[in-house]
């Protein structure tokens, strides 16, 4: 008889999740600004380096690599990063402060539905993001394709889900979304720097490469590569960044706060 009375109310709430997705997508496809940053910004990007004639040159320095070859890991991991610190957070942040969790909290829908919906779509349109960039470096630039294509999505994931967590927690640790977006700001610039956005971290020098493979965009960009030559991603780099990941999803469950 409990299993019975349970039944209806736990369709009702995966029925109402499905609905909370849909409205949440239709809701991200109006954002044309953080539609622009995370799916098309890493492309352009990377089709602006592509066109200097230098980097499109074999160099013995990189091991017989283009500078372009190695910015296509570097561009995929821009968009993760995009869509986890400028994205998401202002949108967790804004629901909070306007209430919205709130008053869902007091429904058969718990928040927590919203936020995974968040983190459904954005994690969508990272996946989408990579996707473009991969395929506009191999048709336009003659970047060649992931050698180790399983090692290359392990990373990806991993460094997708340290990038949703790194979100969170600037989501959780910020009061206003206004904070968010300068707290945002200030974990960006780092974040980008240890991508090898500025510098890719194969070209940076050994003892810098060394600081900068204990973070997590630093060990995924070095992963990226090792998987994009045809080898399997170093296990101490896949490991840092699901290190980072686990610890950033504790800090943002225990500092999220649904009012």
């Given at each position: ?17 499905t609905a909370v997705l ?65 994205a998401m957070p202002p ?169």
């Amino acid at each position: 008889m409990t299993a019975i009375a349970h039944a209806p109310t736990a369709a009702a709430v995966k029925g109402s999740a499905t609905a909370v997705l849909k409205a949440e997508a239709r809701l991200f496809l109006r954002e044309p600004g953080a539609l622009f940053w995370i799916l098309a910004f890493p492309t352009v990007l990377l089709c602006i380096l592509g066109s200097i004639p230098s980097f499109r040159e074999h160099s013995a320095d990189l091991g017989g690599l283009r500078v372009v070859d190695l910015y296509v890991p570097v561009v995929v991991l821009l968009s993760v990063i995009m869509s986890g610190l400028q994205a998401m957070p202002p949108v967790l942040t804004g629901y909070r402060e306007r209430g919205i969790l709130r008053r869902m909290s007091a429904t058969p829908m718990r928040p927590g539905a919203l936020i995974g919906a968040q983190i459904v779509l954005h994690g969508a349109a990272v996946a989408v993001s990579a996707a473009l960039a991969l395929a506009v470096g191999r048709i336009v630039f003659d970047v060649a394709l992931p050698r180790q294509f399983p090692g290359y999505l392990a990373a990806f994931a991993l460094a997708t889900l340290a990038a949703l967590a790194l979100g969170s927690t600037v989501s959780a640790v910020s009061r206003t979304t206004k904070i968010t977006q300068a707290v945002g700001s200030v974990v960006f610039f780092p974040a980008m720097f240890t991508s090898g956005v500025w510098l890719p971290v194969s070209a940076m020098p050994d003892i810098l490469q060394r600081i900068v493979d204990l973070t997590p965009f630093g060990a995924a960009a070095q992963a990226l590569d090792t998987a994009a030559a045809g080898d399997w991603p170093s296990w101490t780099h896949l490991g840092v960044t699901a290190l980072w990941a686990v610890v950033l999803i504790a800090a943002a469950r225990r500092w999220f706060r649904w009012e």
